[in-house]
Structure formats: structure tokens, C-alpha cells
């Protein structure tokens, strides 16, 4: 496609369930992102990919957030034991390469709510 | 460390009037910034990036934004508002921590533009 996707797209999920997030990033990006943004406030980085390798993944929350990217390319954000707090949207963004002036193209998030 | 700052968590204008949305940024070193819009249930979109270059930065659907050194500023403007302008809009400085490059973002302004 042309522009990165997510699915699902809108996830509710029972406190203590797992979720599965997944990312198709823009076809030859290196780098993959995942964010968080919690209701009325901005982006909050989570992990970073360049390629397989996850380089940083300083932004998780907990041990219970995990991400990888086995070939590359498509990306899973899972989440076990899902409480209240992990409700919000998990943005995923790509870009072409790895410099800080890289434009990070995102997209639609997927819209997790913890009941 | 590197953050923006977004004054203004709501801003209303009349269509056709000025947008002015203001960013103010904190950095050691020489930032990369850049302005984003969300829609409703929708991905960010790059607005417009200042990478070094010329300091008045142009982007699309008519925006602009001006990076001020002295002022630590890159506010957003907008010669007359559109109702479809209506959206929020994101800060974002290019961060380099924990070994990699990724966003830091501001808290957002939610655009209303009257008709």
C-alpha cells in the first residue's frame, strides 16, 4: 500500500486479556516506531526498530509491552495482561532512514480500550 | 534534554483569519522540528520540517512556520483559516536519547475555526 496501516483499528479487551497490535509499515522503510497517545495529549515514544534489530525500546511501560519485527517489515506491539492504564491509541510510523531529519510518516493507530 | 512546549490547548479563529499556533522548544543542541496535523481517527500528517536550512519553513494547505533562535520559537501560521483546518496540531522535536533518534511531541492544540 501506500501509506502504513494498522489493524485492528479498534480493540476492546477485557482487563488481564492479551492484545496483539499489528503494523504494516511503507514498503523499504528501515526504521519503524511505536508510540502511545492517551486521551487529549500528544505522542509518547515507545520502541524503535531499524529493520529486525529493536534498538530502543526505552519507552515501554512495562514487561508486559513487548514489540518485534521478525523480518523487517511488519511489526506486532503485544501487550499481556492488559489493565485500564494501557487504554489509548498505539501509533506506528516508518521512515526511509535512520537520521533525525528522517519525516516519520504514520498511521491510522489502533484505539485500544481496557474494560 | 530535548521537549516543546505548545501554549494553547484550544484555539478558536473566525474563517478567514489569521491561524497563529505557537511551539516553543527546548535543546542543547541545534534542533529538528516539526509540525503535524491530526484529523479525527486519523494518523498524523506532516505539516512542514525545519532541518537547518532556510529558517522560514513552508509546508502544505497553505501553513508556514518560522524558526526563531533567539525566541526558541517555530509557531505555526496561517494567512486566512479554512473550515477544513479544523484539527489538532503537533509539535515535535527530533530527540537523540538512548542511542537512537525519535520525537518528542508536544500536548497538542485542538483547532476550531468559526464559521
Known amino acids: 500500500g501506500a501509506g502504513v496501516s494498522q489493524s485492528p483499528r479498534y480493540k476492546v479487551a477485557k482487563r488481564g486479556q492479551d492484545v496483539a497490535l499489528r503494523c504494516d509499515p511503507i514498503s523499504g522503510h528501515v526504521s519503524l516506531f511505536w508510540y502511545q497517545q492517551a486521551l487529549g495529549q500528544g505522542p509518547e515514544f515507545l520502541t524503535y526498530f531499524q529493520n529486525e534489530a529493536q534498538l530502543d525500546k526505552s519507552g515501554l511501560p512495562s514487561d508486559r509491552f513487548f514489540a518485534e519485527r521478525p523480518e523487517g517489515s511488519v511489526s506486532t506491539l503485544k501487550i499481556q495482561r492488559t489493565q485500564q492504564e494501557d487504554s489509548a491509541v498505539y501509533l506506528c510510523?516508518?521512515?526511509?532512514?535512520?537520521?533525525?531529519?528522517?519525516?516519520?510518516?504514520f498511521g491510522p493507530g489502533t484505539r485500544l480500550t481496557v474494560l | 534534554a530535548q521537549s516543546v512546549t505548545q501554549l494553547g490547548s484550544h484555539v478558536s479563529v473566525s474563517e478567514g483569519a489569521l491561524v497563529l499556533l505557537r511551539c516553543n522548544y527546548s535543546s542543547s543542541v541545534p534542533p529538528y522540528l516539526f509540525w503535524y496535523v491530526q484529523y479525527p481517527n486519523q494518523g498524523l500528517q506532516l505539516l512542514l520540517k525545519?532541518?537547518?536550512?532556510?529558517?522560514l519553513v513552508k509546508g502544505i494547505n497553505g501553513f508556514e512556520a518560522e524558526f526563531k533562535k533567539s525566541e526558541t520559537s517555530f509557531h505555526l501560521t496561517k494567512p486566512s483559516a479554512h473550515m477544513s483546518d479544523a484539527a489538532e496540531y503537533f509539535c515535535?522535536?527530533?530527540?537523540?536519547?538512548?542511542?537512537?533518534?525519535?520525537?518528542?511531541f508536544g500536548t497538542g492544540t485542538r483547532l476550531k475555526v468559526l464559521a
Open positions: 510510523a516508518s521512515s526511509l532512514g535512520l537520521g533525525n531529519t528522517d519525516t516519520q510518516y
Open positions: 515535535a522535536v527530533s530527540a537523540f536519547t538512548s542511542g537512537t533518534y525519535k520525537y518528542i
Open positions: 525545519y532541518t537547518s536550512a532556510a529558517t
